[in-house]
């Protein structure tokens, strides 16, 4: 009856917090922590990538003898998520769960596992488990890192130049290049939490005609290579097409014009 009633009173102090700090997403957040430190202070760091799924385990205990089984979810600006099931009556509850794409792994009488099946950026948090037992509580907590795969964009610009960016990557990603060159870093962060690199290097040496960008993410590296131009701006293909249609148009202009021209000068001479 203690580990149960530990339980309910972690609960009570969840459903205080979400209903005196709803209006402030930072102090929610650290508030409810606080909370979950009255019963575990160990979280086990989980990184996901996203889009993938993910599965959360409660301790490896035998369920035949567990009373109650308590799952606490804390997330970003959002309220707190909380899944108990009572063995006894084999009676579920949810509280602020709706619509976040969390369930259960299997009958939580069976496996009380939660599963995430598309991981997003809203599930970023803290994840714990909290089983009940006659011989005392059991615990495992989770801190939820989710990991984006930059989006990749690489091109030359004048005076053998040429710019590599990672755009909205998470954590931020690593640009590095050979051959070595004069090279400026910046990054720029985005209220979701992601990270833009942008590099741009210039190479003075004639000799260097190719260079490689190589970008590092902990989703998987990628390396591209880039022809530096020769003193002019690279042109796209579409542009080029569009300058050699007008061009063409252009001269059949001319011809028309010309040809007419000469048939009038021809006709007043008749």
């Known amino acids: 009856m203690q580990a149960l009633g530990r339980i309910l009173a972690l609960t009570l102090l969840i459903f205080i917090d979400i209903f005196v700090s709803e209006s402030s997403c930072v102090d929610k957040n650290q508030t409810t922590q606080n909370s979950l430190h009255l019963v575990t202070e160990v979280y086990t760091t989980v990184s996901v990538q996203m889009g993938t799924k993910a599965m959360l385990c409660c301790p490896s205990i035998p369920l035949t003898k567990v009373i109650y089984i308590l799952w606490i979810i804390i997330v970003r600006c959002q309220p707190s998520c909380i899944i108990a099931y009572k063995v006894e009556t084999k009676e579920t509850d949810e509280t602020n769960c709706s619509g976040r794409g ?3 792994a299997s ?6 596992d939660l599963q995430l099946s598309a991981v997003a950026l809203q599930h970023e948090g803290n994840y714990s488990c909290e089983i009940a037992a006659p011989d005392g509580n059991f615990h495992k907590a ?7 795969p930059p989006e990749v964009i690489y091109f030359p610009v004048k005076n053998r130049t040429a710019v590599c960016e990672a755009m909205a990557g998470k954590p931020a990603a690593q640009i590095s290049w050979t051959s070595d060159g004069d090279c400026v870093t910046k990054s720029e962060s985005h209220s979701n939490g992601t990270v833009t690199v942008r590099s741009m290097c210039h190479w003075e040496q004639s000799n260097v005609s190719t260079v490689s960008c190589l970008i590092s993410h902990l989703t998987g590296n990628r390396t591209l290579f880039i022809e530096l131009s020769q003193g002019t701006t690279s042109t796209p293909t579409s542009l080029l097409t569009i300058i050699y249609v007008k061009m063409v148009l252009l001269g059949i202009i001319l011809l028309i014009v010309g040809f007419a021209f000469f048939q009038k000068r021809n006709y007043t001479r008749t």
């Not at 989770?142 to 984006?148: A, D, E, G, H, K």
């Open 107 to 112: 009958s939580p009488d069976l496996r009380p």
């Open 142 to 148: 989770y801190n939820l890192q989710v990991l984006v």
């Open 102 to 104: 969390i369930t259960w």
